[in-house]
């Protein structure tokens, strides 16, 4: 599908450079481990330097640095983040029919290892920070473009590297990252998810003891396969507590052409019968509404403490990928395997291994409106549908170390849906069609542009013109009842920014504003009193290790449930006081 309403002179142009770019960053081999990412940190940095740009190269270990660069618009205005990891996972040569590490160009398509995941968005995001510069930065409020380290295997030298150790460099309003602009076509309209918000991880092991003893005489009791067995039996079958917060009913009314059926699916008695009875019919729509329901259990690892074949073993590991809905912790988690466990005969202790409390942003926001108009300018007809990532991206440290940033993951396809596209991440043969790389680098640089129009229109528009019609129906819950006050803050804020044209933004109290997240801190006791440390980066919590659609297990072993704790010590910061 052509991009409508863009000359076919900007296409070509675009898709030039950033199909260069891309094949350019394909050729460094950034498998993580080990990731080695200031090998492309340093590409990007050149990359821009050559169009007369400058960032920095930030980071440690010395082989794992990330790559910022701000560029300020002309007016002031909001300060809009540009999200991609460099790493890529590993890749088995043999099964490719090009070489991952190639950049070939074949079939309208880039071929290689993070063509899809996500040096897609690497090379689309600086295309477009470097033709808003070109255009002599015609734009208002600020971007700023990062290039990260460690997403894939870890997260202690890329995203959350940046919150904790240089917050003065990615703190922003708003923020675009991976994990939505995926397309479905369903009955002849293109969907669109948005993700504004993920699930959390409370994965943990199952100890399950058992009598040690000769494996000749089976009916002696205790032994701790067999209930091992039992559990992953009785955590497989085990349908949690459904919960609708995060699941938008327009998304499931969408999908399912049968009103009857869509009903029960959005009631959360009758739903898990419901999805049964769709899982029957339509087994993919079934994949896509279910893990919105509440929280999962996938039994993923089994291991017994002896290796002998005659012998009963003391205790078998169970281990349990289990995902949360957003705001909720590893507390409801052991609630739910109590339940699930009530009927087990048998001794077992749970431990959690990875906990990451899941979080959302606000929704709608200025953000959504840009990505709408946007979306709907280039692509007519298209609909965006706001939803929680099941998986996990470095947006969640963004938002825990800056509770006010609205963060979504969009780098929004034109040409292949997803049923071609989800295949192709982490698999053999990740390629990306050019149309679909151009046109990210295309969105991304309206989105920047946009982003102050549709922040005007949210506050109620220009004299004379209407406020706009919200085509998204019904929106999730968002960040578990924060999003009304949120968006009032927002309006509050964009009225501020546009009180006084041309002078910057201004508190309603006449001073300037000290912006944090996306307000002045005059304004917000509530984010003056969680700071915390000197340097103004946030507490950190664990580390656990990420991907944004595949289940994980954390690194570190950690009890704690939330990535950003706060402090206990309030710390007054007024609007006078310098940041
Ligand atoms: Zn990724």
Redesign the pocket.
Known sequence: MEITGVDAGVVTEVEREVVDLLVDLIKVDTSNPPGNETETARLMDAWFRARGLEGQIVGEPEHRKNFILRLDGTRPGPTLLLL??MD?VPAEAESWSEPPFGGVIKDDHVWGRGAG??KNLVAAHAVAVSRLAASGRDFAGSVIYAATAD??EGTDCGALWLVQKRPDLVRSDYLVN??GGEFQVVRGERIYELNTGEKGTAQFRLVVHGEAGHASVPLRKGNAVVAAAQIVQALHDYRADVHMETLPADYVRLLVDDDELCRRLLTAETARAALAELHERDSKTARLIEPHYGLTFSPTIVHSSSEAINVFPERVVVTVDCRTLAGRSEDEARVEVDRALAGIDAPWELEFVGSVMGNASADPSPLSEAIDRVMERFVPGARTVPLHCVGF?DSNWFRAAFPDVVAYGFGPYIEEDSDITSDQ?HNHDERIHVRDLTFQAVFAEEVVRALWRCGQRLRGGPPGRPAPQRRRGSSPAGQYGRPARIAAMHRATIAAWTATPGTGPHCPCGKPFQWLGNQCRASSPRIAATRTSKSGAPESGPMATS???MPRANRQTSSVASPAKKSTQPQRIGCLETV
């Open positions: 991609a990891h890529v995941d996500i997403e894939e991976e994990g991206t991440f991907h944004h659609g």
